[in-house]
Nanobody, 122 residues
Framework: QGQLMESGGGSVQTGGSLRLSCVTS????????MGWFRQAPGKEREGIAF???????DHSASVKGRFTISREKAKTMVFLQMNSPKSEDAGTYSC????????????????WGQGTQVTVSS
């Protein structure tokens, strides 16, 4: 089943860009829906984007047009490109995996990374 590990978090200015990475295993990437979630302080974890093994993607309304989920299969990595972040995009970002269908509910995912922190400054 493998493990997930995120990297790339840090501080970014509004209007800037940041790319988060999630390393997974070949089996996980070929079988599972991969999702990015974030949790802001005092708020519930929310789904941001997900990508299916075949490459189909979806993004939440809050990030659509600004964030992009992608993958690089040769490196078994999934990315979240964050462009023009806003202050409300700050939080802990985690990648997660779920067999077969993607779902927006975090509790539907059984495999998680440890998370990476993103702060947004103006």
């Amino acid at each position: 089943q493998g493990q997930l590990m995120e990297s790339g978090g840090g501080s970014v200015q509004t209007g800037g860009s940041l790319r988060l990475s999630c390393v997974t295993s070949e089996y996980t990437e070929n079988t599972y829906c991969m999702g990015w979630f974030r949790q802001a302080p005092g708020k519930e974890r929310e789904g941001i984007a997900f990508i299916l093994p075949k490459g189909n993607t979806d993004h939440s309304a809050s990030v659509k047009g600004r964030f992009t989920i992608s993958r690089e299969k040769a490196k078994t990595m999934v990315f979240l490109q964050m462009n023009s972040p806003k202050s409300e995009d700050a939080g802990t970002y985690s990648c997660a995996a779920r067999r077969y269908a993607c779902m927006w509910q975090p509790n539907a995912y059984g495999l998680w990374g440890q998370g990476t922190q993103v702060t947004v400054s103006s």
